[in-house]
């Protein structure tokens, strides 16, 4: 299985981005899908969960500002994120959790400055 991220890039801050990342391979019972994002010096931490029921996890500090959704079909993940703060600078990854493995991409990297 591999995941690949796309959709990051330099953005103003209260600006948006739309992060996808798609996987290949040999895909059978996704359990869920997710985002994480980690700054230099510091622990990776979860953004963003989606089941594959549907069911949606955010981290506090979101407040809302992004959302998470997939396509099944696509066996792809997306992240929208609104109102971009240069704290939400990062590299975001993705993680698919199918069977009992976890999955992750190669990581896309989102710059939020003026």
């Known amino acids: 299985v591999q995941l690949q991220a796309s959709g990051g890039g330099l953005v103003q801050p209260g600006g948006s981005l739309r992060l996808s990342c798609a996987a290949s391979g040999s895909i059978f019972n996704i359990n869920s899908m997710g985002w994480f994002r980690q700054t230099p010096g510091k622990e990776r931490e979860s953004v963003a969960q989606?089941?594959?029921?549907?069911?949606?996890d955010y981290a506090d500090f979101l407040k809302g500002r992004f959302t998470i959704s997939r396509d099944s079909a696509k066996n792809t993940v997306y992240l929208q994120m609104n109102s971009l703060k240069s704290e939400d600078t990062a590299v975001y990854y993705c993680?698919?959790?199918?069977?009992?493995?976890?999955?992750w991409g190669q990581g896309t990297e989102v710059t939020v400055s003026s």
């Open positions: 993680s698919f959790h199918i069977g009992t493995s976890y999955y």
């Open positions: 989606i089941t594959s029921g549907g069911y949606t």
